[in-house]
Every structure is written in structure tokens, then in C-alpha cells.
């Protein structure tokens, strides 16, 4: 079963539009990292969250952790053509009884219409 | 610089070929990373490396040799490989490996290789 999951898997939007990705976790969550991911190419890392009620912000993209840490989102303000791409949410799943493995969730495909 | 290296960009081999993907890193990190990502869907971990010991081998067919010469290099070997080992494999690495929740253990990623298994 995928442990994380986002929303909405797709979406397009009109530039200058603002926006927002989910990411839920049946889990508590811990160390939620977000990458983007250009099509066919490697992920670039975003930011990380660690404490529940934390917020991060990059240029125009805000990612927060919410209080019971089982769900994090994406905001990105005035959306621009080079916000395009595959957005990743990843967290760490026990990998059997040592060590931690990150996990990534199911992706969210954005389009930017100019 | 936060900069994984991994070459070749592109390769297309046949099932009897023997070929290997190179990946290196000079940010002095101790833990490096392959994943395979099918189209739309996400990396799947295949193998981790940390302090050039295999750490961890998520059941990957032994058609996929990993190797770790040195603390800047990982390689994957790959033989009699099949049409549907077709993906692209990515490489990261982080400063540790460990607890995922920790920042010292952000894992950063390459550009990946297009492998086409025909």
C-alpha cells in the first residue's frame, strides 16, 4: 500500500496563479522532504521539514508540516512557467528494525500555462 | 555545490550486453544511493552504500551488481538485463546515512541515466 500520497495527482494552472500540493501520510511524520523533478531528469531538493507546525520558504514556494504531523503542503505563489515539473514529498519509512529508508509519494505533475 | 554526477546520460543495451552506470560525487559524503524510477511513478531505493559498505539491498535481481571503489564513486554493473529493467536510475548521495529525518542526512540527487533494455 503507498504510504504517502498526494494531491492532486495533476494539475495545470495559469501563471501568475497561486497554488497548493498536498501530501498525506497514514503515518506520524518525520524529517518531509519536498523535491522537484523536471521530466526524465533527477529531483532537486526543496526543503525539509522536521517539527510539526513548521513552515519553510523558499523564493515563492512556502511548504508546512501541520500540528499532527501526518500531512505537509506546497504553496507556490504566482505560479511561473519554470515552476513546471514533478513535485516529490518523501519521508522516512522504518526499513525493517534498523535504519531509515526515504520513501517518496505518488507525485503531482504541474503545468504552467503562460 | 551540491553536484551528483552520473554518466552516461542516455544508454540503450541489448539483454546479452554487459555495461555498467557511473556515478560520482565530491561534496565528501559518506552514503550514496541508486534508484530506479519507472515512468510516472516515484524512485524506488535499489541499493545504499555508506562509508563504501552496502548498507542496504532491497532484493534487486543479481543482474545489478552495485560497487562502491571509493567514497566519491559508485557504479552499477548490469548484465543480462531485461526489457523491463527499462527506467531511469538515479544516484544521490548525503553527508550520512542514517535517520532520514535528520538534515544532516538530506540526500542529494543526479541528473540520472535512460536506460533502454532491448
Known amino acids: 500500500s503507498q504510504e504517502l500520497e498526494q494531491s492532486p495527482q495533476s494539475l495545470i494552472v495559469q501563471e501568475g496563479k497561486n497554488l497548493t500540493i498536498n501530501c498525506t501520510s497514514s503515518?506520524?511524520?518525520?524529517?518531509l522532504y519536498w523535491y522537484k523533478q523536471k521530466y526524465g531528469e533527477g529531483l532537486i531538493f526543496l526543503m525539509m521539514?522536521?517539527?510539526?507546525?513548521e513552515e519553510k520558504s523558499h523564493e515563492k514556494i512556502t511548504a508546512k508540516l501541520d500540528e499532527k504531523k501526518q500531512q505537509s503542503s506546497l504553496h507556490i505563489t504566482a505560479s511561473q512557467p519554470s515552476h513546471a515539473g514533478i513535485y516529490l514529498c518523501?519521508?522516512?519509512?522504518?526499513?525493517?528494525?534498523?535504519?531509515?529508508?526515504?520513501?517518496f509519494g505518488t507525485g503531482t505533475r504541474l503545468a504552467v500555462r503562460p | 555545490d551540491t553536484e551528483v554526477t552520473q554518466t552516461p546520460k542516455h544508454l540503450v543495451m541489448g539483454m546479452t550486453n554487459k555495461k555498467s552506470l557511473k556515478c560520482e560525487q565530491h561534496?565528501?559524503?559518506?552514503?550514496m544511493y541508486w534508484y530506479k524510477q519507472k515512468a510516472k511513478k516515484p524512485p524506488e531505493l535499489m541499493f545504499v552504500?555508506?562509508?563504501?559498505?552496502?548498507?542496504i539491498n532491497e532484493s534487486v535481481p543479481s543482474r545489478f551488481s552495485p560497487e562502491c571503489p571509493n567514497s566519491s564513486l559508485l557504479n552499477l554493473h548490469l548484465h543480462a538485463l531485461q526489457p523491463e529493467d527499462s527506467a531511469l536510475y538515479l544516484c544521490?548521495?548525503?553527508?550520512?546515512?542514517?535517520?532520514?529525518?535528520?538534515?544532516?542526512?538530506?540526500?542529494?540527487f543526479g541528473a540520472g541515466t535512460r536506460l533502454s533494455v532491448l
Open positions: 544521490a548521495s548525503s553527508p550520512t546515512e542514517g535517520q532520514v529525518k535528520l538534515a544532516k542526512n538530506i540526500q542529494y
Open positions: 503515518k506520524t511524520l518525520y524529517g
Open positions: 561534496m565528501g559524503h559518506r552514503a
Open positions: 518523501g519521508a522516512d519509512i522504518k526499513w525493517k528494525s534498523s535504519g531509515d529508508k526515504l520513501t
Open positions: 521539514l522536521q517539527k510539526g507546525g
Open positions: 552504500y555508506s562509508y563504501e559498505k552496502l548498507s
